[in-house]
């Protein structure tokens, strides 16, 4: 008898390890580390005007956020974890991706590019923004185009893509340009408004909401032209197919639904903090297309 009792009690805890291993295996590894902690961590930025900010009160806050709010909605659904905890890790260029990649952040909700470097790293999410790099100036500075910053102080953002075209501007037409790297956009912003830098290099949107958010958005203008366009994602766990396919599912339900676009006027096009700025930012053809046939796929 106690034999059999044994052999019942094994056979059914073997039946456990098997379901449990299989759920796991089925889930993938991010939401297995959610279901077992009873919590999700989300990374954001703190002056990636308006993906992902803080406000007056100093909270994070923006169109990546409200993105991820309703991943995080579909996550309790699909994990039966109605009081999933929701932590908030500030992230920048630089730590973005190894806390991405090490876990500590589940999926950044910020303002990132998808390249094909990047994905030997990281996955990200259909695209989510369509952007170009260009270069914003002070007005009373005279500059009008690429070609008159030869020999001149640039800034950009450590951990950026702009850190590579400027690298291959220099290099392709000979501009020697002596560039300085900042910690994030805020203070590259702010070394263009003190003259230390009379350029900052950087994707249009971010620079358009820096440029609002200034003390006089006036005084500040876009050179002529710019480089390569490219498109943002959320980014998250590489060779993690469930979680992409939960987060993927979420952002084309709203693309499809029209809440993605509603989102969009949110930010882009009516008034924000910590200024009530309104960016008057239409959504761009490039990024329309992806709303009607969404898509991760990017060429360089």
């Not at 260029?93 to 991405?100: A, E, M």
């Not at 923004?129 to 001149?152: E, I, N």
């Not at 358009?208 to 032209?225: I, K, M, Q, V, Y």
């Not at 676009?261 to 008057?280: C, D, G, H, M, T």
């Amino acid at each position: 008898m106690k034999t059999s009792t044994f052999s019942r009690y094994a056979a059914a805890g073997t039946l456990a390890l098997a379901l449990s291993s299989a759920w796991a295996q089925d889930q993938g590894p991010t939401l297995q580390k959610i279901k077992e902690t009873g919590s999700v961590t989300l990374g954001y930025r703190e002056s990636s005007v308006p993906f992902s900010f803080l406000d007056g009160q100093q909270k994070p806050v923006g169109f990546s956020l409200d993105l991820c709010a309703v991943i995080v909605n579909r996550i309790k659904q699909q994990l039966s974890l109605p009081d999933l905890a929701v932590k908030q890790v500030a992230v920048n260029s630089s730590n973005r991706i190894p806390l991405v990649v090490n876990g500590t952040v589940d999926i950044e909700c910020g303002g990132t590019a998808n390249n094909l470097a990047r994905q030997k790293q990281v996955s990200f999410s259909v695209a989510t923004f369509a952007s170009q790099p260009r270069w914003l100036v002070r007005v009373d500075s005279g500059l009008k185009q690429p070609a008159d910053l030869k020999g001149k102080t640039v800034v950009v953002t450590q951990g950026s893509n702009a850190v590579g075209f400027v690298r291959a501007a220099n290099d392709k037409e000979k501009l020697g340009m002596n560039v300085i790297q900042a910690k994030d956009h805020g203070e590259s912003m702010l070394t263009l408004s003190n003259g230390r830098a009379v350029a900052f290099l950087e994707d249009d949107i971010l620079l358009a909401g820096e440029r609002a958010n200034s003390r006089d958005p006036a005084a500040f203008a876009f050179l002529e032209g710019g480089y390569d366009p490219g498109y943002y994602g959320l980014m998250f766990k590489k060779d993690d197919a469930p979680f992409k396919a939960l987060v993927d599912g979420v952002l084309m339900g709203m693309m499809k639904d029209g809440s993605f676009e509603q989102a969009y006027r949110k930010w882009f096009e009516s008034p924000i903090p910590p200024r009530n700025v309104n960016l008057n930012f239409p959504v761009p053809e490039r990024l329309r297309e992806r709303i009607a046939s969404p898509s991760d796929k990017v060429d360089f």
